[in-house]
C-alpha cells in the first residue's frame, strides 16, 4: 500500500492542497480558519479529515470548493485537481463558471444534513430526472436503468422508493437517496461532511457499508470529513487529522492508529469511550485544555498549550511538516530531522 | 436501599392533530429506580423515550399513568399531584440539564446574571461579598478556571464543553437531589467528552448529587455507569437493565447485541473492512410472517418466532443478580459475540 | 475563547457592539442626523429661532434663500421658524401617545403570551376586532367632537397604538416561553416574573424598537393628517395646520412658489419619518446578532 503514496513523486494525488489559507473578517479581528494547509488527497482511496469543532475541517472544504461566505478571504497557496483526462486544474485560482462546470459531474459534495435538502415537493424520481437533466446528462434509454441501479446500490428498493416524496423517508432513507443522487453524476471526487452523524447505529452501518461499496465499485476518490473516531478507523484508508486550522498529521488508517505520531493524535484516539474498552481493559483519558482561538492563536506549535511534550521551541515557532516515512507526514518538532528527539 | 426518585409502571401517551385523535406512546409501562448518591446511565435512540423518561423523573412532564416518587414519597400518581405541598417543596431539587449548550444559556446575559438569579433565590443569606466567592468557587468546582476570567462572559465566548460545564454549575446552586443530564455530552467535542462524564462522576462522589446520564452513545453510557446500572430502552420500554459493564460483557437481549456489534469501534485492522449488519433483519421480507408480538423489536429480531406473541410488557426476565431482559428467551439465547471482536482471541 | 480579544476595554466593545455598527451602516448615520436634529428642534430651537409673526405681504410664497432658508408661507413669516415651533406639537404629543401606547401594549402583550390559553386567546380576539376598526376615521371624528386638549389628542392616538403591538408581543412571548433556557429557569424554581422581565424581556428589545419607531411615525402622519383636514390644532405652528391654510385658504398650490413651498414642508416631515425608520431598523440589526448566539 505505501507503494503508491507520494509527495510529489510516482503517482500524483487527485487532490493536492499546498499551503492553503483562509481566514473570516469578522468585528474583532480575523479568524484564520485555514492557515496552511498541505494535504494530499490519494486516487481511489476514502481519505479521512478528523478534526473537532474549530479544526477548520468544514472551511477547507469550502475553501476549494469556493463556496465560501461573504466575509472570507483566501489568502493564498493552490488546490490541484487533476482531471481523469490528464488535465489540472488549481481550484483556487479557477472562475465561478470553472467551478460551476466541476461541481456535480467531476466533484460531488455531500454536505452536513443533506438529507434536509431534498425538494419537499418532488419525488425521488424527479430529483433523478432534474439532476440529470441539468448536467446534461439526461438520456431517454439509458438513465432510467442508471437510476435504478444506483438506488439498488444504495440499498433502496426502486419500485418502492421511486415514487416517494422526501417527507414519506426517513433521515437514514433519505441520506442514501442524496448519496446516489451525488452519484448518478459519477463524479470523480466525492466530499462528504459528517454523513453519519444524525442517523441511528443500524441505519448508520448500512451506510458505512454503502459507502464502501460505492468505493470499491467506481473506484472514485472520497474524502470524508468527521470527528467521529471509530467510523474513521473503519472507514478509511488514510486519515488526516487537522487541529486549529492546520493539518498535523497524515498517513494510513492502520498505521495512526497503531502508532500515532502526533501528541494530539495520540490524545484524540485515547480519550474516545468505546463499548470496546471492556474488551481490551482501556479507560479513556480526555485532552486537557481547550481548542485554541483562531482570532488570536497561540504562537508557535497551536497544541502546544495542551501538550505534555512542548518545550521552549514549540511556543515560538510552528513546526514544519516532516515525513519521516514514505506517506506519512507529522508536524512535530518532536520528529525533525527524521529522527524522534 | 433508599432512593432518590422512582417510577413504577409509568406510561406517556401524547395526543397530537386537531381533533387530538392520534396518540403516540412514548413510553409504555415503565418502572425504574435512582439510587440515592448514585449514577445511572439509560441508553437509546432517539424516539426510544429516554428524554421524555427523563423529564418525568425531575417533574417537567406529567405521566399519563403511573407513580413517581421522590425520596420515597409518592408525589404524581395517575395523573395527579397526589402530595401538592412536598411536591412544590422539592421540585427545584430535581434538576434537568439540556443537551445543547447553544440553546439552554441565554445568550443576552453573562456568566455572572446567568448564576446570579439562582443563587438570590436559593441562598439568600449571602451576603455581596459572600456571593462572589461563592460564584468563584463554584466555577472552579465544574472546572472553568481562572473564575475571574469567566464571569464577564456571555455564552457565545464559550466552548460546547465550558457551556455544558455552566449548565452544571447553575443546577448546582440549588444543591440538588437529583440531575437528569440529558445527552450532555453529544453536542461536545469527542475529546473533552470524557472529562464531562468525569466531572459528573466527581459529583455524584462530592455532592452526594445521583446523576441519570442519558445518551445514545452506548461507549459514553457504559463509561459513565460503569458497575451501575443501565437501562437500554426501545421505543418506550426497558428492554434491558442491569450493571452497565456486565450488559455490555454478557447482552441478553437480541437489540442489545445488536447494537453493541454494529457500533463502529476504533479497532483497526490493516485492510479496510467495513462489518455487515449484525444481528437485524433489513428488509420486511425476511420476517417470520403470521407472528405479532408486542416486543418493540420484532420488526428487527433475527429470532423473531411464535415463543415472541407471549411478550408483555413490564415483565421481565432475570438473567442476573441486577440483570434483567425483556426478551421471552432471555437466558436461553445462542452464543454471541461481538463482530469486531477477533475470532482467535476472547 | 482567547483572554486577549475581551480584555479590550468594556467601553471599547459597547463602541464597537452599538454605537460603530450604528454609525457605518448609511442608515443609521442618516437615521441618527435626523433624530439629532429633532432632539434640537424641540429643545433648544424655539429658543434659538424666535418666532417670525410679521405679516409681510412682499415676502409671499418666498423661496427659499439666505434670509430665509426655507422660504416664506403665505404671510410672508419665516418657514423655518414655524417649522421649529411648531415641532413641539408635531413631535411630542405623537411621541407621547407612542410611549403610553407601547407601555400599555406591552404590559398586556407580555403577560398574556406569557400566560397563555384563555388569556392569550381573549387578547387575540379583542385585539382583532379593535384591528379592524378604521383608525384614522374614527380619531378624526372623535378629535373633531371632543374638547381640544394634548391629552385627548394623545390619549386617542395611543387608543390606536397598543393592540397590534400586544398582538405581536404575545405571539414572540408564546414562543420565546419554549425555549430551552427559559425551561431551565422554570425547572428551578425561578420566578415567573423574573423570566418574564428578566429573561426573555432583553429578547424583545428589537422587535419593541421597531415598533415603537413604526407608531411614532404613525402618529405623527396622523397627528398631523388630522389637522390638515380640519380639526382644529392647539398651536398654529402646527405643521398640519400651516398645510390647512397653505393648500385650502390661500390656494398655495395654485401658485408656482407656493408649490414649492408646500412640497418643501411634506419633504420635511417624510425625511424625518424616513430617518426614524431607517435608525430603527439600524438598530434592531444591531440587537439581533448580539442576542444570537454564534459558535
Known amino acids: ?109 455531500i454536505p452536513q444534513g443533506a438529507q434536509n435538502s431534498l425538494n419537499p415537493v418532488l419525488t425521488v424520481e424527479q430529483h433523478f430526472v432534474e439532476t440529470l437533466k441539468n448536467h446534461g446528462l439526461w438520456d431517454q434509454e439509458s438513465s432510467v ?70 468505493s470499491m465499485q467506481y473506484r472514485n476518490t472520497m474524502v470524508l470529513i468527521t470527528h467521529d473516531i471509530p467510523v474513521v478507523a473503519e472507514l478509511a484508508d488514510r486519515v488526516a487529522v487537522l487541529y486549529a486550522g492546520t493539518v498535523v ?63 521552549e521551541k514549540c511556543r515560538t515557532s510552528e513546526p514544519p511538516l516532516y515525513e519521516p516515512k514514505k506517506g506519512r507526514f507529522v508536524k512535530c518538532w518532536l520528529y525533525s530531522g527524521g529522527e524522534k528527539l | 436501599m433508599s432512593h432518590v426518585a422512582s417510577v413504577k409502571n409509568v406510561s406517556k401517551v401524547y395526543t397530537r392533530g386537531v381533533f387530538r385523535k392520534r396518540l403516540i406512546q ?130 457565545h465566548h464559550l466552548s460546547g464543553g465550558m457551556r455544558q460545564r455552566l449548565s452544571l454549575a447553575r443546577a448546582l446552586i440549588v444543591d440538588p437531589h437529583l440531575i437528569v443530564a440529558d445527552e450532555v455530552v453529544s453536542m461536545v467535542d469527542p475529546s473533552i467528552r470524557v472529562s464531562l462524564i468525569n466531572l459528573l462522576k466527581k459529583i455524584v462522589e462530592s455532592r452526594g448529587t445521583s446523576i441519570v446520564f442519558i445518551s445514545h452513545d452506548l461507549g459514553a453510557a457504559v463509561y459513565a ?17 442491569g450493571p452497565a459493564n456486565e450488559i455490555i460483557y454478557r447482552p441478553e437481549h437480541p437489540y442489545t447485541r445488536a447494537l453493541i456489534s454494529n457500533i463502529p469501534v476504533p479497532l483497526v485492522l490493516s485492510e479496510r473492512k467495513v462489518r455487515g449488519l449484525d444481528g437485524v433483519i433489513e428488509s420486511e421480507s425476511a420476517r417470520s410472517p403470521n407472528v405479532s408480538s408486542l416486543c418493540p423489536f420484532s420488526q428487527m429480531c433475527p429470532l423473531l418466532d411464535a415463543e415472541c406473541s407471549s411478550l408483555t410488557p413490564g415483565s421481565y426476565m432475570k438473567v442476573g443478580p441486577n440483570h434483567y431482559s425483556l426478551c421471552v428467551k432471555a437466558g436461553k439465547l445462542p452464543r454471541w459475540r461481538p463482530s469486531w471482536l477477533p475470532a482467535a482471541s476472547g | ?68 432658508p426655507l422660504g416664506c408661507d403665505y404671510m410672508g413669516r419665516d418657514l423655518l421658524s ?64 371632543l374638547p381640544k386638549s394634548p391629552i385627548t389628542i394623545a390619549a386617542l392616538l395611543a387608543l390606536f397604538s397598543w393592540p397590534g403591538l400586544a398582538r405581536a408581543l404575545a405571539a414572540e412571548v408564546s414562543s420565546l416561553k419554549t425555549r430551552d433556557f427559559v425551561e431551565a429557569c422554570i425547572n428551578l424554581g425561578l420566578s415567573k416574573l423574573h423570566i418574564l422581565f428578566r429573561e426573555i424581556g432583553p429578547h424583545l428589545l428589537p422587535f419593541v424598537t421597531y415598533n415603537f419607531a413604526s407608531l411614532f411615525v404613525a ?52 425625511i424625518i419619518k424616513l430617518g426614524v425608520v431607517l435608525f430603527a431598523q439600524a438598530l434592531e440589526e444591531v440587537f439581533n446578532p448580539r442576542l444570537r448566539a454564534y459558535e
Open chain 1, 1 to 109: 500500500m505505501s507503494d503508491e503514496l507520494k509527495s510529489g513523486e510516482g503517482l500524483k494525488p487527485k487532490l493536492a492542497l499546498r499551503n492553503l489559507r483562509m481566514e473570516y473578517l469578522v468585528r474583532e479581528g480575523s479568524i484564520k480558519a485555514v492557515s496552511g494547509v498541505t494535504l494530499f488527497i490519494d486516487e481511489g482511496k476514502i481519505t479521512a479529515i478528523v478534526g473537532e469543532s474549530g479544526s477548520g475541517k468544514t472551511s477547507l472544504v469550502e475553501t476549494f470548493l469556493k463556496i465560501l461566505p461573504k466575509n472570507a478571504r483566501i489568502r493564498g497557496g493552490e488546490a490541484l485537481l487533476r482531471l481523469s483526462n490528464g488535465g489540472e486544474v488549481d481550484l483556487v485560482k479557477a472562475d465561478e463558471r470553472t467551478m460551476g462546470r466541476l461541481r456535480g459531474k467531476v466533484i460531488g459534495y
Open chain 1, 145 to 214: 436503468s442508471e437510476i435504478r441501479s444506483m438506488l439498488s446500490l444504495v440499498r433502496l428498493d426502486p419500485d418502492t422508493v421511486l415514487k416517494k416524496y422526501p417527507f414519506e423517508l426517513s433521515g437514514g432513507m433519505k441520506q442514501r437517496v442524496v448519496i446516489a443522487l451525488t452519484m448518478v453524476l459519477k463524479p470523480e471526487l466525492v466530499i462528504l461532511d459528517e454523513p453519519t452523524s444524525a442517523l441511528d447505529v443500524f441505519s448508520q452501518r448500512v451506510l458505512l457499508n454503502i459507502l464502501s461499496n460505492v
Open chain 1, 249 to 311: 498529521e497524515v498517513g494510513d488508517t492502520y498505521e495512526i492508529f497503531k502508532e500515532p505520531l502526533h501528541p494530539y493524535t495520540s490524545m484524540l484516539i485515547s480519550a474516545i469511550p468505546s463499548v470496546a474498552d471492556i474488551y481490551v481493559k482501556r479507560i479513556p483519558k480526555p485532552v486537557p485544555g481547550e481548542p485554541p482561538s483562531l482570532l488570536n492563536p497561540p504562537p508557535g506549535c497551536k497544541f502546544h498549550p495542551r501538550c505534555p511534550y512542548a518545550v
Open chain 2, 26 to 155: 412514548a413510553l409504555m409501562s415503565i418502572s425504574l429506580e435512582v439510587p440515592d448518591k448514585g449514577l445511572i446511565s439509560l441508553v437509546g435512540e432517539s424516539g426510544s423515550g429516554k428524554t421524555t423518561l427523563g423529564k418525568i423523573l425531575v417533574g417537567l412532564t406529567m405521566p399519563t399513568s403511573g407513580e413517581l416518587s421522590w425520596k420515597g414519597t409518592t408525589v404524581i400518581k395517575d395523573g395527579k399531584i397526589t402530595q401538592r405541598d412536598i411536591y412544590l417543596a422539592n421540585r427545584h431539587k430535581f434538576v434537568y440539564v439540556h443537551q445543547d449548550p447553544y440553546t439552554a444559556l441565554n445568550p443576552s446575559k453573562n456568566v455572572k446574571n446567568i448564576l446570579e438569579p439562582v443563587i438570590r433565590r436559593y441562598k439568600k443569606h449571602l451576603s455581596d461579598a459572600d456571593r462572589f466567592r461563592y460564584i468563584k468557587e463554584l466555577l472552579e468546582e465544574v472546572g472553568l478556571v481562572p473564575a475571574e476570567y469567566f464571569v464577564d462572559k456571555y455564552p
Open chain 2, 225 to 241: 455507569a460503569g458497575d451501575s446500572p443501565m437501562y437500554v430502552m426501545l421505543r418506550g420500554l426497558v428492554v434491558e437493565s
Open chain 3, 1 to 68: 475563547m482567547n483572554a486577549e480579544a475581551q480584555t479590550k476595554s468594556g467601553l471599547y466593545l459597547f463602541y464597537l457592539d452599538f454605537i460603530r455598527p450604528v454609525l457605518k451602516s448609511g442608515r443609521g448615520l442618516f437615521g441618527l442626523v435626523v433624530i439629532v436634529a429633532m432632539v434640537l428642534m424641540t429643545t433648544i430651537g424655539p429658543s434659538l429661532i424666535p418666532l417670525d409673526t410679521e405679516i409681510k405681504p412682499s415676502m409671499r410664497w418666498c423661496l427659499p434663500s439666505s434670509e430665509h
Open chain 3, 82 to 145: 414655524m417649522i421649529v415651533h411648531g415641532s413641539r406639537e408635531v413631535f411630542l404629543i405623537p411621541f407621547i401617545a407612542t410611549i403610553i401606547g407601547v407601555v400599555g401594549g406591552m404590559s398586556v402583550g407580555l403577560l398574556a403570551g406569557y400566560i397563555g390559553g384563555i388569556a392569550r386567546r381573549a387578547l387575540t380576539a379583542v385585539t382583532d376586532v379593535w384591528l379592524t376598526i378604521p383608525s384614522f376615521p374614527v380619531i378624526f371624528i372623535l378629535a373633531y367632537t
Open chain 3, 219 to 270: 402618529n405623527m402622519t396622523s397627528l398631523i393628517s388630522i389637522v390638515l383636514l380640519g380639526v382644529a390644532p392647539l398651536n398654529p405652528t402646527n405643521w398640519g395646520y400651516l398645510l390647512n391654510q397653505m393648500i385650502f385658504t390661500y390656494k398655495g398650490l395654485l401658485i408656482p412658489n407656493g408649490s414649492v413651498i408646500i412640497f418643501l414642508v411634506i419633504s420635511i416631515f417624510v
